[in-house]
DNA sequence: CTTATTATGTTTCCATGGAAACTAAATGAC
DNA sequence: GTCATTTAGTTTCCATGGAAACATAATAAG
């Protein structure tokens, strides 16, 4: 089998898998009445001190328009504090609250087995050839960005 | 670093990638009016002479409900033929047409170069490995399948 | 044979997230 | 400084797909 051969293979299982584990921790996160996307994004704020809405967008490479909704939810849900910038009026400053840091940390206890359930049959070479070879592919993406 | 830190890297690489490349199929199969999820269910039905919907339930480990609607869809647009089972009064086979093989064998010219633009960097080597890899999850999912 | 259970699909309801149009502010061109 | 363009975010609209309840047929248990 060449390369020509593989690609369709190889993209049509990483498009498969992907879906597979989104529904699967969306299932897992139902308890913290958020999704995937939505606790991706507010981890991505729990890393940070402050953010901007489009340092998320960029960072996740994710549609404006959902953010935009989400960071509305997490903050209705007092996940996140929304302070408006001085330098830039058309922004806010996206912080993580203590709310918001607890329930990061109780979703980290649950998911981390969670999460090595999906890779119990590779070995530590394979993880590494694994990671690798997918950020090789993100790496395809952002070159080839859509905005 | 091992695995238990590694996990939850790979498994939201995977989820990352799995999104943007439903996304980017979907752009490249909007032309036909279909999605990604969509044309692979018809492909599935191509791929066969006749099948059942609980077949294509199984094999692309969809919902249910989800598989009915897209099944109407594709017969609307008369890329797919029902005809009723005489074995299983609940059940009918579904075939696809004329119109159906068509549309997948154009389908198939556009997404060659598409599909391999995904993998570019990545030498036959690695492709070998992570299909594998990404097989060894997929087996992950079926046996702790959900339903 | 009758009743309970399981299997196949469908319908309904609803949250999600993508696309496009929009507002408003910031930046660039001249 | 003024006008055009770009950038940040919001709103609106709509297709998608998941969950649950449902209908109907097939199978199993007694």
Redesign the pocket.
Known sequence: MDKAEMAPIVIGKLMNIG?ML??RA??MLAPF??????YSILFSIYQEDRV??????NKLM????????????LHSMDLID?EL?E??????W?MITDKGKKLVHKVRGVSADWNKQWTGELDMNQMNQLLESLTMIQNVFKEKA?H
């Open positions: 879906g989104q529904k969306n299932l009445q958020l999704n995937q996307q939505q901007q809405q489009k340092n998320v967008i994710l549609e404006k328009a959902h953010v935009s909704k989400v960071v509305k939810k929304i910038s330098q830039d009026k058309r922004s806010s996206l859509l």
